[in-house]
């Protein structure tokens, strides 16, 4: 990387992923990019602290999704699609 050059989101992450899989250590990352060493350990905290938002929205629906009756319907016909699988799962 050179001085000028802003590191996009995706060379963050591929530095921060080295450091946290210990496959290369901080200091070693700080001088093969020009990066100092205070830089890299604010990326990896930024990054331990936003992680886990990564996955929020698999789980969580907002109550309008849930009470809207295309959902409701979408989710009445996967039921009823699969009602074999559900009754031999209730079965063990």
Do not use: C
């Not at 060493?37 to 602290?49: A, S």
């Amino acid at each position: 990387m050179t001085d000028k050059q802003t590191p996009t989101p995706e060379f963050k992450a591929k530095v921060v992923l080295e450091v946290l899989t210990q496959a290369k250590k901080i200091a070693d990352s700080s001088r093969e990019y020009g990066i100092p060493e205070p830089v890299i350990e604010q990326w990896v905290n930024v990054f331990l602290e936003r992680a886990p938002r990564i996955f929020e929205d698999e789980h969580v629906r907002s109550e309008q999704e849930i009470t809207d009756p295309a959902f409701v319907a979408s989710l009445e016909r996967s039921l009823e699609e699969n009602r074999d699988i559900w009754e031999e799962l209730a079965k063990h």
